[in-house]
T-cell receptor
Framework: ETGVTQTPRHLVMGMTNKKSLKCEQHLGHNAMYWYKQSAKKPLELMFVYNFKEQTENNSVPSRFSPECPNSSHLFLHLHTLQPEDSALYLC????????????FGPGTRLTVL | QQQVKQSPQSLIVQKGGISIINCAYENTAFDYFPWYQQFPGKGPALLIAIRPDVSEMKEGRFTISFNKSAKQFSLHIMDSQPGDSATYFCAADSSYKLIFGSGTRLLVRP
């Protein structure tokens, strides 16, 4: 595996389900990000982790819970989601923060019924 | 002040033509402006970037023009090819995080 991988690629869940999205980067980077991509809207930064420490929470509802056990793995735990949370969730990584190029995974297409 | 406004939302260009996508910002603290390209089923990938101390950055057929006084920057794709059909996002760096525009879906007709 190379680059940034995300699993699953597609997920359909009910509003009462609990699920987790997984991201893994094979680039030796120190920073990892979760973004939400909705149709016709800008990519919305959700969380930033730098050296496993959360450095940014962009006012994300508590039904989204991130976890970064090490610099290579990032999870997004989901519970009690709403239909409006349906979107493409993208993970990215970079060597550092700021101007370092961000490398994106292919995303998880989430549908909340 | 944190927004980056991008236009047009969609663009159709004939093969060989010039594609132009525009972005505008308000926050003068932004100091790094990348463009990302996204193909269907893939995540965005960095295409080209510019800092405000230069007015133009060119890489192959892709050029960023930057107007600091107007707080605007644009992406020009020369000799557009069908393989350039993708969604393009401009972005601006603020306090170690990227603020993205809403995206432009480009279709280059053969």
């Amino acid at each position: 595996e190379t680059g940034v991988t995300q699993t699953p690629r597609h997920l359909v869940m009910g509003m009462t389900n609990k699920k987790s999205l997984k991201c893994e980067q094979h680039l030796g980077h120190n920073a990892m990000y979760w973004y939400k991509q909705s149709a016709k809207k800008p990519l919305e930064l959700m969380f930033v982790y730098n050296f496993k420490e959360q450095t940014e929470n962009n006012s994300v509802p508590s039904r989204f819970s991130p976890e970064c056990p090490n610099s290579s793995h990032l999870f997004l735990h989901l519970h009690t989601l709403q239909p409006e949370d349906s979107a493409l969730y993208l993970c990215a990584s970079s060597q550092g923060r700021g101007e370092d190029e961000q490398f994106f995974g292919p995303g998880t297409r989430l549908t909340v019924l | 002040q944190q927004q980056v406004k991008q236009s047009p939302q969609s663009l159709i260009v004939q093969k060989g033509g010039i594609s132009i996508i525009n972005c505008a910002y308000e926050n003068t603290a932004f100091d790094y402006f990348p463009w990302y390209q996204q193909f269907p089923g893939k995540g965005p990938a960095l295409l080209i970037a510019i800092r405000p101390d230069v007015s133009e950055m060119k890489e192959g057929r892709f050029t960023i023009s930057f107007n600091k006084s107007a707080k605007q920057f644009s992406l020009h794709i020369m000799d557009s090819q069908p393989g350039d059909s993708a969604t393009y996002f401009c972005a601006a760096d603020s306090s170690y995080k990227l603020i993205f525009g809403s995206g432009t879906r480009l279709l280059v007709r053969p």
